[in-house]
């Protein structure tokens, strides 16, 4: 990294290698941790856990564990059950929109209503009573086999204080919105 990208500016090598580890753990769901502090030697490892069978399968699905965080701390969120169009609108604000491919989730409705219930990370079960029938996503039995619900919300809000350092004036306009509701 430094012979090739910051070769004029190896004095900011500092801040870019900590703002990246921040990315590839916010985006990723992977921590850089130093092993070797006398030849700089980095490994990634998992946060919360989640990411230890996508580190096993392939490169290309890791950004799905930053992906499968996001779902469970919006069941979260929701009290402990997360309505279908709650999460449905808030991954297609991310660009992930349910029945397209994404470049880095694939199908949305396929990955969370399929792929994730099937490895019992999610549960999507219809809402009792409900006409026309509405659905719902909870925590799945894995998901407590890999992280809790205190974890997940300790990692939350360690991304919203980074949030609020990198980005202050959003993240007092996103207050301001809070407390004038909707």
Request: aromatic share 10%; charged share 25%.
């Amino acid at each position: 990294m430094l012979n090739t990208i910051l070769t004029d500016n190896q004095d900011h090598f500092p801040m870019v290698f900590r703002k990246a580890s921040q990315c590839l753990q916010l985006v990723f769901g992977m921590a850089v941790k130093e092993v070797d502090p006398r030849e700089h030697i980095y490994v990634l490892v998992p946060t919360l856990g989640l990411a230890y069978e996508v580190m096993q399968s392939s490169a290309q699905s890791m950004p799905k564990a930053g992906l499968r965080v996001l779902v469970l701390s919006l069941i979260i969120r929701n009290g402990d059950c997360a309505p279908e169009e709650v999460v449905w609108e808030t991954l297609s604000r991310m660009g992930a929109c349910p029945g397209k491919e994404h470049s880095v989730s694939g199908d949305p409705r396929e990955l969370l209503t399929h792929v994730w219930v099937q490895e019992d990370y999610l549960v999507y079960r219809q809402v009792p009573d409900s006409d026309p029938a509405r659905y719902e996503f909870l925590w799945g039995p894995w998901a407590y086999v890999e992280t809790s619900k205190w974890q997940v919300t300790v990692y939350l809000l360690r991304i919203n204080e980074r949030f609020s350092r990198v980005f202050p004036s959003l993240s007092a306009e996103a207050e301001r919105e809070e407390e004038d509701g909707p």
